[in-house]
């Protein structure tokens, strides 16, 4: 039975599952479960048995690489039907974390003990998919269908005492798991229980309305996402139909989904923030530098939130700042954050106060002359930052690690500066960097692998996803977003409208359109960032100054009411004519004339934009992987995660219809903006896409 023993102590049957890395339940998983079982039950002396798993985790669900392709049997949704039906006391003895399937099949035993560091979830819906396995059926009659509802829907994972509040599973036990599932087994066989299914429970009556809030909710919540409707309705299932027939339908639903657009997409993401995770052509070998304190330059909004980050991971962090109010402000908005989770109870009051001891404020450099790694969070200005790491190389001990937060600058010049520049890389993370989970890590010319190796497994550590990129203008992510910038304030003078740039953008899936970022980011903002790129940007770029127009009538955005859009007092945004007003002037000015623009030419050119800007930086190698920029779009700029990033969309949509929308918008744009990048050239002629190059 591979990927399951069979084993006995006593009375007592054990069923263990190891499967490395995670347990997934594989064919030969299954077949080995369902193999457990019915030696379990053909054998007179065993009288109860116990399902374990070896390694790290318990199941932590089906194994995602079989979707897509034809299921061997035996099927889980099957499966879980041979363990519940078993008429020997079933008992799953659960350790780290019951996810997906693996929760299925602990539903389906009769008992369910685990750890006190076990988790609980079903996270099908971030794939796209409902728990296909009765997992829609069998938790509502453990936990009542709003508790299901909720953690079917979100996805999220819960730990092992809540698991036992709400009664998904009996017993916490402590010390050795099997020694404490056999002691729960031995006393249900001396009492006698009798063997409880999930299956036979009945379903607690519940308000039908509840399943059109919920939709209603996730309609705006998980907009255009398929699958959180389709959990409602699953559970749906359970209250208004029979377990198999609930089942039946489930597994329907389920499959559907599989084989739609969304799943494979929202499954490639799943892998792709995995694999971003390798390093292309790094050796194994190569350690982590031990990190065991912080430091943090620039105690501003940025740096604020990333010394948040390493504080919820337990490092000790020193902020260094300029003046000692800009560091107590830091620490107020430190309390203030931190307090929020402690108000949501996430957190407790003591937490608090000891993640805050973790934190030493000083206006002096050399409060940093023990720390392991430094992270500059100064303003975006090159002077600026080449004095900090100037002073940096001076005070720090050799082999800290120096790290940047820039988002634009040179890193190499910054390395010199610093005299040490093996140990400087960059570390850009992303506003609000305590949410955000991307964290774009860049390699100079002169880094030491050991300190790239270090930063990925540190943003591992601080829950964040690591991916390496090289230097370039924007590194990945907002070099990509320029060209997408560029094309919005070229539709503008050509005939579109903000609003309706904005209205393509969000009906695309992204939260917000370019035009309601800037106005909630600020104009001034992007006056300065426009300002400190002049000298890149091309004689059309800085013509196109609508922005700068805006700027000069003090329309900052919503922080002044008026912006691209106007806004009344509760910031609700509106068209504002004064605007469009203005962009029908500029144009004119600039002797464009303005023509009606189509939906369909505006997401073309923001997305083709940015797609053959993303082949440029393949082709270049700042990106090693069209994952590494699939991954910063999914989790740095909101791209809608079942679309599965830019570089999977453009081999969905084909590259050859790309290139030749290209070559279209070559001719009427001009070829400094659209001119085809070679690979995604060579790619379109050869049949191939980014992911079959
Ligand atoms: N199937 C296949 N491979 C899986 C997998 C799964 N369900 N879960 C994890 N893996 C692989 C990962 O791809 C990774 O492989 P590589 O080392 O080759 O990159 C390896 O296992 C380790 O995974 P992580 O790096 O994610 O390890 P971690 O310790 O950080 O996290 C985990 C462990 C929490 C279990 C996390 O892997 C996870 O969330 N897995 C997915 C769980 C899930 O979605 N389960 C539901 C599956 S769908 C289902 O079950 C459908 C159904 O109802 C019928």
Not at 482 to 497: D, N, V, Y
Not at 498 to 527: C, E, N, R, T
């Amino acid at each position: 039975m591979a990927g399951v023993t069979f084993s006995r102590q006593g009375e007592i049957g054990i069923a263990t599952v190891d499967n490395p890395p995670v347990n997934a339940l594989s064919q030969a998983v299954r077949a080995g479960l369902a193999d457990a079982v019915r030696m379990a039950e053909a054998d007179s002396e065993i009288r109860a048995l116990v399902l374990i798993c070896a390694g790290r985790t318990f199941i932590a669900g089906a194994d995602i690489r079989e979707f897509g392709g034809p299921m061997q049997p035996p099927l889980i949704n099957n499966l879980v039907f041979d363990l519940e039906r078993t008429n020997k006391p079933l008992i799953a003895a659960i350790h780290g974390t019951a996810l997906g399937g693996g929760l299925e099949v602990a539903m389906a035993c009769h008992f369910r003990v685990a750890t006190e560091q076990a988790r609980f979830g079903l996270p099908e819906v971030k794939l796209g998919i409902l728990p296909g396995a009765g997992g829609t059926q069998r938790l509502p009659r453990l936990v009542g269908v709003e508790t299901a509802l909720t953690m079917i829907t979100e996805g999220g994972d819960i730990p092992a005492p809540k698991a036992k509040a709400i009664g998904l599973i009996d017993e916490i036990v402590g010390g050795d798991l099997l020694q404490g599932a056999i002691a729960f087994v031995e006393r249900l066989l001396e009492e006698g229980w009798p063997i409880r299914r999930t299956g036979e429970l009945p379903v607690a009556a519940v308000d039908p309305a509840i399943f059109d809030e919920f939709k209603k909710k996730l309609a705006k919540r998980q907009r255009g996402f398929l699958a959180p409707q389709a959990c409602v309705d699953a559970v749906r299932f359970a209250v208004d139909y029979p377990l198999e027939e609930g089942c039946e339908r489930e597994y329907a639903l389920c499959l559907e989904l599989m084989r739609g657009p969304q799943s494979k997409a929202q499954r490639h993401a799943f892998f792709a923030e995995r694999e971003v995770a390798k390093i292309p052509g790094f050796s194994p070998e190569i350690q982590a530098r031990p990190v065991n304190s912080v430091g943090v330059v620039g105690p501003g909004a940025m740096g604020t939130g990333i010394a948040i980050s390493f504080l919820n991971a337990g490092y000790p962090v020193v902020i260094v700042g300029l003046d000692q109010p800009s560091l107590d402000k830091s620490l107020a908005t430190m309390r203030k954050i931190l307090g929020g989770a402690v108000a949501k109870g996430a957190m407790t009051e003591e937490g608090l106060e000891a993640k805050l001891a973790l934190v030493t404020l000083s206006t002096h450099f050399e409060a940093l002359s023990e720390v392991d790694l430094v992270v500059e969070a100064v303003f975006e200005d090159m002077a600026a930052k080449i004095q900090v790491f100037t002073k940096l190389g001076q005070v720090t001990r050799l082999g800290a690690i120096l790290a940047t937060n820039t988002s634009y600058l040179d890193i190499d010049i910054l390395a010199e500066a610093s005299g040490r520049p093996a140990d400087v890389v960059g570390m850009h993370f992303f506003n609000p960097a305590n949410v955000m989970r991307l964290l774009e890590n860049v390699r100079g010319a002169k880094t030491a692998p050991d300190v790239i190796a270090t930063v990925m497994k540190i943003g591992k550590a601080i829950g964040k996803v690591s991916v390496l990129v090289g230097i370039s203008d924007g590194f990945v992510g907002n070099r990509m977003l320029s060209k997408r910038s560029r094309e919005a304030m070229f539709l503008l003078e050509e005939g579109a409208t903000p609003w309706q740039i904005d209205k393509v953008l969000v009906d695309f899936g992204f939260a917000m359109g370019p035009y309601q970022v800037s106005d909630l980011a600020g104009i001034d903002v992007q006056y300065a960032a426009r300002q400190a790129r002049w000298g890149i940007l091309t004689e059309r770029e800085h013509q196109a100054n609508i922005v700068d127009q805006l700027y000069r009538l003090g329309r900052y955005g919503q922080k002044t009411g008026a912006g691209y859009y106007a806004y009344d007092d509760k910031r609700n945004a509106a068209p504002d004519p004064f605007v469009e007003d203005l962009i029908v002037r500029h144009s004119a000015a600039r002797g464009i004339a303005r023509r009606a623009i189509g939906d369909g030419e505006i997401r073309e050119r923001l997305l083709y934009a940015m797609i053959n800007e993303g082949a440029k930086i393949l082709e270049e190698g700042v990106a090693a992987r069209p994952h590494d920029i699939d991954v910063i779009w999914l989790m740095g700029f909101g791209f809608p995660a079942y679309l599965g990033g830019p570089m999977f969309l453009a081999d969905q949509i084909g590259l050859k219809t790309i290139h030749d929308a290209l070559l279209k918008y070559e001719a009427r744009v001009g070829p400094e903006f659209f001119k085809p990048s070679a690979l995604l050239a060579r790619l379109a002629l050869e049949g191939k896409g980014f992911y079959s190059a």
